[in-house]
């Protein structure tokens, strides 16, 4: 009895991490700037054109979609300890991109924090 559970739970340990890489698999479901609010806490893709990119003193980077700050609809921010991942962000102005990762808000404005190259595409 002993070895048909220890096969059981092998059985479902294997199940699990298929079903986990199915998931990593599945591709974000892409929104425009402007619906980015409606999917808080997912994990989506924003697409759109870039309206500004400007860093702070601090050193982080924000990517204003559509719109301008304090106008704009979306923004993807860099901090500054992931800023090297980036380089040559603020060429993305005016220009088409997606950008992947969970929505959440700040100030009532939602943002993806980026700390991957991988989440920035230019279009």
């Known amino acids: 009895m002993r070895q048909s559970g220890n096969a059981l739970i092998l059985a479902l340990g294997f199940l699990a991490v ?12 892409t929104v425009t700037p402007a619906d980015a ?6 994990t989506v893709t924003v697409e759109g054109i870039v309206g500004d990119v400007h860093t702070v003193g601090t050193g ?3 990517i204003d979609m559509g719109g301008s700050y304090p106008n704009n609809a979306f923004t993807a921010v860099i901090f500054a300890a992931d800023a090297a991942k980036f380089p040559n962000v603020s060429a993305l102005n005016g220009k088409t991109v997606a950008i992947t990762g969970p929505v959440q808000l700040y100030k009532g404005t939602p943002e993806i924090l980026l700390n991957d190259a991988a989440q920035l595409k230019a279009k």
Not at 18 to 29: D, S, Y
Not at 37 to 42: E, L, P, S
């Open 18 to 29: 298929g079903f986990a890489a199915a998931l990593a698999q599945t591709p974000a479901q």
């Open 37 to 42: 609010k409606a999917h808080v806490g997912q």
């Open 60 to 62: 982080v980077t924000f």
